[in-house]
Antibody, heavy 115, light 112 residues
């Protein structure tokens, strides 16, 4: 199970940190990722992170602004977002990566960037 | 980036009838191990996406046998043998062969 938290409303240029608590599987054995969905739109991959190293991969539109990280001791995944823009407004889903897919998804947390 | 293109974007279906969704990629999704890195998801209204099919044709746990995936290279198909009311929602294909991971635009299945 994956449970996201930390969403909310923020002004353009602001920062927000999303968290994802994992349970029911050995968290440290899996890559993890974030996928977002703007209101009424499709799915967009945001970032992935490897197993034990805070080595992330990002979609170009968030590079330099977002940082994905994990704490295997706390079974938690994070997404630090800064320099937020209106186009970052979306539901952010945490997902487990396995065998070339995302096989488990959280319920999502909403991020709204607006003045 | 690998572009994923789905068709149709809207699919009205009568219950009990078959349905088919196509997905094409701008380049081959064939991995070095011989698997096609193509996945299908269903997002039911108000819910998170759920995995239906992974690596072209493997049904995820709990997915009914009426769902099947096929194709090769850069052309793929999701088929529902007999649509049920619970199948409504938006279907997405996704490639994870190459970063950035990309999704199709989505196909909205509705019941006639």
């Amino acid at each position: 199970q994956l449970v996201e938290s930390g969403g909310g409303s923020v002004q353009p240029g602001g920062s927000l940190r999303l968290s994802c608590a994992a349970s029911g599987f050995i968290f440290s054995n899996y890559w993890m990722g974030w996928v977002r969905q703007a209101p009424g739109k499709g799915l967009e991959w945001v970032a992935n992170i490897k197993l034990g190293v805070n080595d992330g991969y990002y979609v170009d539109s968030v590079k330099g602004r977002f940082t994905i990280s994990r704490d295997n001791g706390k079974n938690s995944l994070y997404l630090q977002m800064s320099g937020l823009r209106a186009e970052d407004t979306a539901i952010y889903y945490c997902a487990r990566a396995y065998s070339g897919t995302f096989d488990i998804w959280g319920q999502g947390t909403m991020v709204t960037v607006s003045s | 980036d690998i572009l994923m293109t789905q068709s149709p974007l809207s699919l009205p279906v009568t219950p009990g009838e078959p349905a088919s969704i196509s997905c094409s990629s701008s380049q081959s999704l064939l991995r070095s191990d011989g698997h096609n890195n193509l996945n299908w998801y269903l997002q039911k209204p108000g819910q998170s996406p759920q995995l239906l099919i992974f690596l072209l044709s493997n049904r995820a746990s709990g997915v009914p046998a009426r769902f099947s995936g096929s194709g090769s290279g850069s052309n793929f198909t999701l088929k529902i043998s007999r649509v049920e009311a619970e199948d409504v929602g938006v279907y997405y294909c996704m490639q994870a062969l190459q970063s950035p991971i990309t999704f199709g635009q989505g196909t909205r299945l509705e019941i006639k």
